[in-house]
């Protein structure tokens, strides 16, 4: 089992940033990719960004790429997701999440065996 626990949510203007945190506990070493997706109210989940554990390759949905960046640190079992010029469609609940079959990019929700409890970004205009 991998327990997730996300942090780093709330709320900030149009134009700032926000980074969030995945700290993961367990057995970690069974784990080849964490990712971030997020839900916003009436929405279907969707992935953001995901990061490979092994060799930190890294894929981003294209609404994001450019703005953020998901980062890792392994002695620390630590998923970062760095989120710059936020804007009001950013809005929703983040989910980390943490997979084991290693398919590249794993970009689908069934992917991922293990999600952390979620963390509610709001950006304001």
């Known amino acids: 089992q991998v327990q997730l626990v996300d942090s780093g949510g709330g709320l900030v203007q149009a134009g700032g940033s926000l980074r969030l945190s995945c700290a993961a506990s367990?057995?970690?070493?069974?784990?080849?990719?964490m990712a971030w997706f997020r839900q916003a109210p009436g929405v279907e989940r969707e992935f953001v960004a995901v990061?490979?554990?092994?060799?930190?390759?890294?894929y981003y949905a294209d609404s994001v790429k450019g703005r953020f960046t998901i980062s890792r640190d392994n002695a620390k079992n630590t998923v970062f997701l760095q989120m710059n010029s936020l804007s009001p469609e950013d809005t929703a609940v983040y989910y980390c999440a943490a997979g084991l079959n290693g398919r590249w990019p794993p970009r689908m929700s069934q992917d991922y065996n293990y999600w952390g409890q979620g963390t509610q970004v709001t950006v304001s205009s």
């Open positions: 367990g057995r970690t070493f069974s784990v080849n990719d």
């Open positions: 990061i490979k554990r092994n060799t930190a390759w890294t």
